[in-house]
């Protein structure tokens, strides 16, 4: 079946860094451009960063714009977003998209920036 299964957050301290994965399985990854979706309590679900399928193309969320880097390997069926600088208006439950024929989503992974 279908999975897509978010790793990687946690509490970090403003300024710091964090990796998130997204591994995907039963489906064909490249075949399907991938997003990192973000939502904070009390607001909505917002696109934080998007990756063409073969990963040529990226694009960002002004808010994170040279901050954060989406990337993905296709022989590992995994997407990545690298966040650096990071500020606690970025704390959010961050959630892994599959775009293309469908759509599949992950369970998404808790991201706190406090100190």
């Known amino acids: 079946q279908v999975q897509l299964v978010e790793s990687g957050g946690g509490l970090v301290q403003p300024g710091g860094s964090l990796r998130l994965s997204c591994a995907a399985s039963?489906?064909?990854?490249?075949?399907?451009?991938m997003l990192w979706y973000r939502q904070a309590p009390g607001k909505e679900r917002e696109l934080v960063a998007r990756?063409?399928?073969?990963?040529?193309?990226?694009t960002y969320a002004d808010s994170v714009k040279g901050r954060f880097t989406i990337s993905r390997d296709n022989a590992k069926n995994t997407v990545y977003l690298q966040m650096n600088s990071l500020k606690p208006e970025d704390t959010a439950v961050y959630y892994c998209?599959?775009?293309?024929?469908?759509?599949?989503w992950g369970q998404g992974t808790q991201v706190t920036v406090s100190s």
């Open positions: 998209n599959a775009r293309g024929p469908l759509s599949f």
């Open positions: 039963g489906f064909t990854f490249s075949r399907y451009i």
């Open positions: 990756i063409a399928s073969l990963g040529g193309s990226t």
